[in-house]
């Protein structure tokens, strides 16, 4: 994706209906990125907020250059890019590509126009669906693992691209003083949520990592050894309620809980609340949501939060955020799984329906920040070329959040999978899940 | 206009066919900035490339604003604004009306639309055209003199940022890679330019500002008396030739030509030659126009330039810059007028046609930096109200420029209009003439 | 002066006697520099408070520097320099000269040791006077012009920098929390103020610039004729019973009152009050002086302010603040002289003594900011060589002061004295002296 | 210390001559304090050359502050301290001691003096060895567990500024084009370095922590288990010949090397070889060293390194950093122990002699990066109260450093000790071990 991601790692050989599979399931993805940008003008698709954000428009041609680029390029016959200066402009920063267009300069490309990018988008689709066609039909071998496995990053890729794009157009929904909704608000049955408690683990010599036979991003390997202390994690999320209480507590006001750089960043943004929060005349707290600005309501996930906050509330709580080893450790044991209910543009509260499991709320509502740093796993290799850019150097100064959030696609998530932002980082939908060391153990 | 502006002074009355006439001037220019709207998408319309510039969008409902704000708000019975956020979101700078949206975020807003900001349009045109209406026909007695001086002055203040937008377009495509035109190059005869020649002005008390009976700003008054000493003023603007001379002499290199700060200037922004001009690997310089990237026209004036550049330029001609007075003056002596052809997008040289009088391109080709520091003339008084923030808050740290340039409205200048700029501004059509102390007067 | 400085016209040529006194003179001044330095320690001496202040042992090495530079490099046989690389490191922003040690580390350099730099300072005064004493003895000639004109250029110079090393140093005891002072505080008999008065000028075509055969900076020339409408002048400078008045009555928080750029400024930096005061939770007012924190004397000048406080108290006034050519004009013909008791440290109201003639205040006290951009009379030049680097390249986005201030060297000031700051510059004593069109004239 | 420290964990009790050793040691300690400010001026101990760094003077007085605030105002009778301002000025970064002197503005405290800031240690040390004695002699019970404990704090405290002390003046020092040297080179016999050879360590589950009955702080307990994989470490740092040849091979212009933040900090500030080195105008490399600028001596390691030029070099050179835990477990295996030569004020060779073990210089030559993060160990508990602020506020965006350097106090240095910094800073004596995977084992 366009910020620190995860290269796949293990070759996928598809056969016969495995072909068919993964061309569908290109169309679909490739199909879900364009709805996504249907509630919107060209106009909203061509603004960026700040420089961590990107343009709807960018994301879209974004995720098609890098089809044309890892895999038309290397692979079609008499391949003839769409447009050379593609090339630079919707490279995100692969330096083995070569030069990059400006990231802060992203909303200032008002051409190509957003029918160009549509165009770029099914010329692409079209020239990967000949090429899918041949090479599967060539002899009856199936695609090559290597054209399976660059289709099959590329498309989780692009789900990643998903996320960002609603996370970037709230970014800039929320900038604008008429606080436009992106879709109207759905009806939804009052929500409630069960009382916040503690599971034991027991720990000791555990293995984290991905293991199967499916997709996984590199840095999700080598599974590997690690041995944990016991520990307790909490069975849901910290709700909008418990993060209220802690502000009105004085939290932001209080040095003592926060570490020393969270403190200073506090003090110099002159924090007081999460990210997209605001507290009308009358006292009463409303949060910007994808539907418009919304009541706040206190059952469902505190979210939009930083690792600074989210370590802050955790000291005030008398607990602490759990490694990313202990959160998936956890899940290992606990039976996760997504939530059934369709899919939401706003965390919903444990109550809400659709959990399952001990442990609540691990996928599917919001990322859980960890206190781990983000590194390679012991034997932690790059691929070779460009792709190999995808991840590893992004290994510092940034925090792993496990789970998935709402706004992640459906199917993308992974108990093993690795999500990873600097501690100051707000616009994605960050939560907090608790920890704390074990009472009953040594 | 939204920037360092200037307020109509003077009473204008109008009656009968007078009311006529400037309900039809009304419409022409509410048409005209429309049409230059034209050759862009809704796309190009939305993005702010700097923060001193704004969004053709910007322009197309600030200029609105403007109507609405100080004539309908006034005026108009059963005042409903179209809409209220409106008037937070369209005014520029002027605290007296009340909360502004950050200049720095315009490009952001991607609501309201083009076509609502269309439609805004559209109503206050029409509100104004029945205002008109009542106006003129209530009683015989035609206008009173307060609105058709703020009418003038909304006509005047959309003229401006008519030049603005072309001149905030221009800078945004020129951050595109795609080097896109705003219009195709028209053909064009092969240009020269004639020798450039000094006019000798002998000076003595002299009297400057406006005089007359027609439109002026607040700033053109009162006029005054001054004593000037003999001068000489160069009778053509400084040619793309004689600048890229000055570059190749390595003035952007010798510390002893430039002011202080335009030597900080020049170093902490590492430049070497004007805003928008390139020089290509073979050695050839081109320049970014509104017709796309052309080939730099040696006989055609340099312009895009800052005053440092202006005031190093002079320099190392052995020649100094003009005061405004002596601009002024000069003009007053030397049969100014408009060049006679139609409207181009870029400035053409002396030789091009249509110039006349012994001074040539004083109007109509670019703007001419002179050594005065923006300042309200010998007892000049600001209006009472918001519209008196037009214009005296600015007079500090900016420089006065004379003339006018090829992107301002046709009848939109005067040999006594000041425009102002702060010293490292480049992205108007900014030009040099040059000026000398006269080497036959005492 | 290691500011924008002006550069001395006009050759001395000095014989016999006239030797003796110029030696006499730079004997003087030069002990006088080392007297103002004596009641700090080497640590008061070496911290630079901000980039626009040095330190006092930078001050005292950089006008001996000037000396040696100017004089003894181009006039002494078999000259040597003290140290080579004094050059650099003591050159202040003589592009001519070569590199110089950046503005803002003056204060990292613990070397040259304060005792080094006294050292310094011998040396190149037993230089001088071996200089002079040789000069002068040679043929009985006396001095040549350029000598002597050099050597008065440099005492003037070290007595710009007499002036800087006072309120640098003021600048520097301010930012520590113990508020330690300079020297103890002086009896004073209690002050009183006459009431503020206006006298009217006629103008006219008059004359402006120096003129005799004494010494004068090349930016005090041509003398020139400009044109003056009738003007009132107040008598004396506003006090700081008035400006808390302005404080009072909500000056700091009405828009209307300031520049534009004046507002800016005001907001981003949270101003409420002049430079050096203090409201202590009684109310009371405090003003930091270099005689440590004293409490506000009302009758006393208000000083420590930028242009922006002095033009927007003007007008909250229902004042304007003079042109330079009105302050020059009015103090040509108001007999206006240096007021006669000792020096003091910090401005004296008009009533504590040793003012004279109808305008009161003008020398001695404060240096007054006027409406006038800092640029060149009609027909000025610069000098040749580095040396024509003292002045014009300073000649823009600075205002003009007029005056002189408590800290001025007694003899340095002049009616046709230059001093000039950038609008937001506070930390020399800078006032207010009001004027406004005259209420009688046409 | 001023920056992230870490406080000591565990009691200890000392009885009879225990309290003597304590008393000695502490006289010890604070006299080298002192001694490590001998060769320097009172200028240079008032002077900051970045906000990274402290004057000497401030860390005389904030050492002794420690002792004043958490020691003697706990303790003594009739505590009345030596001067209030001091709790202000001098505090670090305790926010639960109250208001901080902003730390960017060290360098202006010009007062107190260096010669009062003496007279304050003087101060203190006479009242803790007033309360050392008390303590003691009370009633033959020694000191109680609590004063042993901060005392001994205290001293290490001090210890970490004597370390800061010299690497803070070598930066002072290194920014003066004068380059003068702390100390005067002394005579060293002709550096070799033996062939960096691999080490390998089986790891497993095995113990990570201090262990034992003396010091250590809080951060490097709980001991705790770890599982490590099999791994190999060289047998000695990075020489200066070795970094210098990655150089030759344009290390610093290939992104390919480098994290994507250590990228953006190359190109920022143009980097191109570590802090200190100068390539002279005959291509000969110097090192500014606290005895002056030296000529690069390959044998020497290499040092003043960012982490982000230690894992670039580390990638080139086809091995890794190590983790912290494979750092410690690889000391407890090895032997190592502190060289038995004098201290030096720069890093030796390996083969300057001194060295023991089969592991060189992982003591007292320089700060060896590993690419684990700063992090609290399982079960990390901060101290109550405002030492509990000496360390778990810093675990953010920090790297742990282990070994020690040449400006390290003998004595203080310890195999699980835990030095940490941002990746950017440089100005350390920190140095670059490699580790690779094991290429035997599984």
Known sequence: MDRPGQLVRGAVCARGDAVNQLSEHYRQVRRHTLALAEPLSDEDCGAQSMTDASPVKWHLAHTTWFFETFILERLEQDFVPFHTAFRVLFNSYYNGIGEKHPRAQRGLLTRPSMAEVRAYRSNVDARMASLLAAASGHDGAGLQAGLASLLTLGLQHEQQHQELLLTDVKHLLAQNPLLPAYLAQPLLPPPAAPALEWRLFEGGLCEIGYQGAG????????????????????????????????????????????????????????????????????????????????????????????????????????????????????????????????????????????????????????????SSSYAGYPGFRTAAGALGEYNGKFMLNQYVLRGSSCATPAGHGRISYRNFFPAGARWQFTAIRLARQSSVAA
Do not use: K
């Open 215 to 370: 997709f996984c991003f590199d840095n999700e390997l080598p599974r590997h050894r690690q041995y944990l202390a016991p520990f307790e994690l909490a069975t849901r999320l910290v709700s909008n309620g418990e993060y209220l209480a802690f502000i009105e507590a004085g939290g932001y006001r209080d040095a003592g809980l926060w570490l020393a750089e969270g403190w200073d960043w506090v003090r110099s943004q002159q924090l007081a609340a999460p990210l997209y929060w605001r507290q009308d005349g009358q006292g009463q707290w409303h949060e910007f949501t994808l539907y418009g600005e919304q009541p706040l309501v206190a059952a469902r996930p505190a979210c939009h939060l930083s690792l600074f906050e989210a370590d802050a509330y955790a000291r005030w709580a008398g607990a602490r955020l759990p490694t990313e080893a202990e959160w998936e450790y956890a899940a290992q044991h606990a039976g996760v799984a997504e939530p059934l209910q369709a899919m939401a543009l706003h965390p919903r509260s444990a109550g809400e329906g659709g959990d399952r499991g001990s442990l609540l709320q691990m996928l599917g509502q919001g990322w859980q920040w960890t």
